[in-house]
């Protein structure tokens, strides 16, 4: 690891930092310029020449997205598919495994609110039983819980990483080592991790996981992917196919395709999966090792300096912390301190609702503010932040 972070690099490439304090990464984060050009000039191609016509001509930057991913996640380019957001790409693999009655999943307490109906839709539907793991005393899921309630009704362990509205990194590899010694599925929504966490799903032992691109990524909105273990790819039959996921043979007959693209939509966002090529390479070029050190040190930072603020409470669980920082006031409500600071060019943003809603309601938590920093940001944005806290809260 490299501790000089080259944060001068990292502003400049990054034109916002000029005007705001973005502390909204967790919903989506700054493009940096390479991103934003990629993005660009692939969109004034398909201007100038067409949109089939830039697809031929893009061929290479748009298999870059696979190799790219590939090197991110220490996996094959073929099985990684493109895929239009997180929820999406984790709805391609849930919904294509098949549930019967009886059948159970056990899941987090941090699970993401769109899995939670995911999961409940397939307890109406087929009888499942839907079994959230208790946490440990840290906040975590319980690992040792988690083993206890293996058995052979046991049809999938989907697990969050780090939850929408919390700074909490779930033991996603102890999950992982479970899950596969007992030959069960796994499958993890890394949508917060993507970008922020230094990934490899041979050591997270995970069979499926899904990331978006607009957040820790930095690329643009509206793209995603998701990865599927090779050995598994043929056990899970897409619950949707088109004429790119599967070939037709005959009026009759069709085949499916072998590689992950079998999840995929024939129409995508091209300039989008371009730019989150860029995206991922550009990630690459700080190392994730580095960025995941700097984007925790920033989080473990700015909860400190939080903690002496009066009326403060931070809500962040887990052992490990992220950049994802949470907290409340006795002051003022979430959303009011989103408004104050929006004016003093901070953006935050409110954690409540669906998202988290089973670990929130389990903590007796409605709402909370949402300051989620990335490697761009710096100690001096974090003073600025924490002193324009204090007066918002006077
Ligand atoms: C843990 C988690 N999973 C999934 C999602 C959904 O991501 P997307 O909006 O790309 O579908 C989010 C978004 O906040 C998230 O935090």
């Known amino acids: 690891m490299n501790n000089s972070f080259d944060i001068n690099r990292a502003r400049r490439d990054t034109k ?16 940096p310029i390479p991103v934003a050009d990629a993005l660009r000039s692939y969109l004034a191609q398909e201007e100038m020449i067409g949109g089939y016509e830039t697809v031929e001509a893009q061929t290479d930057a748009l298999q870059k997205f696979y190799a790219s991913t590939a090197r991110l996640l220490n996996c094959k380019p073929t099985e990684v598919a493109f895929v239009e957001n997180a929820t999406r790409a984790w709805d391609m693999a849930f919904y294509s495994l098949r549930f019967a009655e009886g059948d159970k999943i056990l899941t987090s307490i941090a699970e993401y609110g ?15 039983e839907l079994v959230f793991v208790d946490n440990d005393e840290h906040g975590q899921i319980d690992v040792k819980a988690l083993e206890s309630l293996i058995d052979d009704r046991v049809k999938l362990i989907s697990i969050t990483h780090i939850p929408t509205g919390g700074g909490l990194v779930n033991p996603a590899s102890a999950v992982g080592k479970i899950a596969n010694a007992a030959g069960i599925p796994f499958l993890l929504d890394s949508c917060q991790g993507m970008g922020q966490v230094d ?14 691109g607009r957040k820790y990524l930095r690329g643009p909105r509206a793209t995603g992917m998701l990865y ?6 043929n056990e899970l039959e897409p619950y949707v196919l088109d004429q790119h996921a599967a ?3 005959s009026p009759t007959e069709y085949t499916i395709r072998e590689d992950a693209k079998r999840f995929e939509n024939w129409e995508q966002f091209f300039a989008g999966k371009a730019a989150l090529g860029t995206a991922i390479d550009y990630a690459m070029s700080y190392g994730m090792p580095d960025i995941q050190h700097r984007v925790f ?16 409470t931070l809500t962040d669980e887990g ?3 992220c950049g994802i920082v949470t907290f409340k006031t006795a002051q003022k409500t979430p959303a009011e301190i989103k408004t104050r600071l929006r004016e003093k060019q901070i953006n935050v943003s409110v954690s409540g609702g669906s998202g988290g809603l089973v670990s929130f309601q389990q903590r007796g938590l409605v709402d909370v503010v949402r300051a989620s920093v990335h490697y761009y940001n710096t100690s001096e944005e974090i003073d600025y932040f924490v002193t324009s806290l204090r007066k918002v809260l006077v």
């Open 16 to 31: 916002a930092c000029e005007d705001i304090v973005h502390f909204n990464n967790a919903g989506s984060s700054l493009m």
């Open 114 to 128: 769109s899995n939670v109906i995911a999961y409940n839709q397939q307890v109406a539907r087929h009888g499942v």
């Open 199 to 212: 990934l490899d799903v041979e050591e997270l032992g995970c069979d499926m996981l899904c990331g978006t």
């Open 228 to 233: 599927v273990k090779e050995s598994f790819i």
């Open 247 to 249: 070939t037709l043979v």
């Open 297 to 312: 040190s920033l989080g473990g930072e700015l909860r400190k300096k939080l903690s002496d603020v009066d009326g403060v």
């Open 319 to 321: 052992v490990q912390q």
